[in-house]
């Protein structure tokens, strides 16, 4: 895979599963590659229907295939999960963008938990200029 940054923009969430027993979800979203390096947009206060609008980066190194979203519902002592889904990195470097609704889908992934929207651009790093003389 080549190497470069990852510019990763979540747009929004539509029709997320509710978690909550009394009112919507209070929805948020971590993002990343590696478990060891997670990004995590802002929570959305008592919506199923939240935007966010949040612009991440990420380096991208030989071996980042894959790109997460885990979304959850925060909740005043812990949280729950509404769902996740990945994304192959292939998507973004064959165009070297990618603007899609992706869904959530559930456990046996014949139903949704709702979809995030997310846009993103990879740039690739510059090789380095050998001087040969």
């Not at 929004?12 to 993002?31: F, M, P, S, T």
């Not at 990343?32 to 991208?60: A, C, G, H, L, M």
């Not at 938990?113 to 740039?123: D, E, L, P």
Request: net charge negative; proline share 3%.
């Amino acid at each position: 895979m080549p190497e470069g940054t990852l510019e990763v923009i979540v747009i929004e969430g539509q029709n997320l599963k509710d978690r909550d027993v009394v009112g919507q979800n209070d929805a948020y979203i971590e993002i990343y590659t590696d478990k060891k390096y997670k990004q995590r947009t802002k929570t959305i206060s008592n919506t199923n229907n939240p935007t966010w609008n949040e612009r991440f980066t990420f380096n991208i190194h030989k071996g980042d295939d894959t790109i997460h979203f885990d979304v959850y519902d925060a909740d005043v002592v812990g949280r729950d999960s509404i769902g996740n889904c990945k994304v192959k990195l292939k998507h973004v470097f064959d165009d070297g963008k990618f603007d899609e609704w992706v869904k959530l889908p559930t456990m046996l992934g014949l139903a949704s938990n709702g979809q995030i929207h997310v846009v993103m651009n990879f740039r690739l790093t510059s090789a380095p200029i050998l001087n040969i003389l």
